[in-house]
């Protein structure tokens, strides 16, 4: 008799609802690799929670409560940069796998394995920034860390469309536009180690943005819609910051999103 399979929403699930920073890197990338050797099943009996759970420490505020960050080369002001990269890898964690959990019974197999590699990359990214902090002195969680990166999962809950124009097409995208001239400044300090970082996560950035214009031009397609014109509303409907130059257009290419979809709207 053999055993049945583990669901893969239950594995997700339960790696969204583990706090501690280094069991969710390891949860995150179990998932992912016992997805790709078929350990998991294809079932979405478990639904997802409403919020992850994150480190019991972590100071959580609202983006406007944040305090500056110095833009010099000071040691705390190089901490801070680190730490702000260390809670967007750690989010994106999340918003990676809630991906897959979430919407991956109507999108199919193909989505659940893009979006669980994308959360085993974020793991590895967050992995690589903690220990670049530690050789600082600092770790994730020395600092306060902003709440709203969260708030655009719990706004785009409900459809997978607005999931995908604003987490991997406009949050993510912005990733591409900032990271270059983040990667030169660190260069300047003579920081090659985090240079090098910086440079491995805007390659696996540009995969993960493709992901999503691959995704949101198949449900456009599906539905008989422009994916620019789409876009644009969904933009318009639940991301309120607003596109502001400059863009990368090249790596914006590169991941599927051609000046078509946010030059008008800039």
């Known amino acids: 008799m053999t055993s049945r399979r583990r669901s893969v929403s239950g594995a997700i699930r339960d790696a969204l609802l583990t706090g501690d920073k280094s069991a969710k890197v390891f949860a995150a990338r179990q998932v992912a690799r016992d997805w790709r050797l078929g350990r998991l099943a294809f079932d979405f009996e478990c639904p997802m929670p409403d919020r992850p759970a994150w480190p019991e420490k972590l100071e959580l505020l609202a983006p406007g409560k944040m305090p500056r960050r110095s833009r010099g080369g000071s040691l705390a002001g190089r901490i801070a940069l680190w730490h702000s990269l260390a809670h967007i890898e750690f989010v994106a964690i999340d918003l990676a796998l809630d991906m897959a959990g979430r919407f991956g019974e109507s999108m199919g197999e193909q989505f659940v394995s893009d ?152």
């Open 115 to 266: 979006f669980l590699s994308v959360a085993a990359d974020e793991a590895m990214h967050f992995a690589l920034i903690e220990r670049k902090l530690a050789t600082m002195g600092s770790y994730y969680g020395a600092l306060p860390a902003h709440d709203g990166l969260w708030g655009a999962a719990q706004d785009t809950a409900h459809d997978v469309t607005a999931r995908l124009a604003i987490v991997p097409m406009v949050l993510e995208a912005r990733g591409l536009d900032v990271t270059p001239a983040m990667l030169e400044r660190v260069r300047s300090q003579g920081d090659e180690n985090g240079a090098r970082i910086l440079e491995r996560i805007l390659d696996d950035e540009i995969r993960h943005v493709a992901f999503g214009a691959k995704h949101f031009r198949e449900l456009c397609i599906t539905r008989d819609e422009k994916p620019p014109e789409s876009w644009q509303k969904l933009v318009e409907m639940h991301f309120s910051g607003g596109l502001k130059p400059p863009f990368n257009d090249s790596a914006r290419a590169a991941a599927g999103l051609s000046r078509d979809f946010y030059a008008a709207i800039a």
